[in-house]
């Protein structure tokens, strides 16, 4: 089986995530693209935030169907997170030397740095799906926490930018326990907010040009469409309380690997 037929896959995995968990799949992205399509690290992640976008989207009208969307918590919730996408990927992100720093003898590039950064991000959002902690439903929306809100959002653009994940580990739990918001309106929440981020993100994006990437593109964007509209059906049916902590363990594996191959890789 080809690495490409893998990444296929792949798509599916992580559209269908997307779908059930509102967070997660996106995570998955930029590792297929840079060791399944090979991709550079800072192409990978222009490239991710639109293929994330597109495939929140896809999902948005299903659970916007189910009532699952708080618009006016996203709107608080994606006042912060917009703009700092913006800027990270407009500016920062071009900005950082390549080299990025030196440690001893070994450079490490900006794209060893981004993998590093993104192994660390996955295994956080994989320590979030593991636990099987109790959210408490209040019913607040959003104004009591706004600080919180505003910051958390501001954190969330700033890592859909540098690394191109949607950061849906952060926001469903965020809107949770911060607005108060039931766990399946976050999920359907997250995926408006993940939507607009990525698509932010990417119109903030000077390098990358979707006319350079099609072949991928188009065959990638259709089985994660497909992923995500199957798991936005199955999440009426299927909680995702009882998915979650697999596939966190899953990510765990994945953030792992990347971390000791990245470190493997400086040392030789």
Known sequence: MSWELLGYAGAVLMGFSLGLLGGGGSIL?????????????VTATGLSLFIVGATSGAGIFSH???GNIE?????VFGAASIFSVFITRRFMVPALPDPLLHLGSVAVGK?????????VVMLLSAWSMIRRRNHPMSAGDGRLHL???LLIGLLVGLLTGVLGAGGGFLIVPALVLLAGVDMKRAVGTSLLLITVNSFIG?????HVHLADHVTILLPFLALAAIGIVVGARLSKRISSEKLRPAFGWFILAMGTYILLRELYTLNG
């Open 202 to 206: 990417f119109l903030g994006d000077r």
């Open 29 to 41: 992205t930029v590792p297929i693209l840079v060791y399944l399509f090979g991709q550079d690290p």
């Open 111 to 119: 794209g060893e740095a981004i993998l590093a950064l993104f192994a």
């Open 71 to 75: 618009w006016r918590t996203a709107a």
């Open 64 to 66: 916007h169907r189910q």
């Open 147 to 149: 600080p919180s809100l």
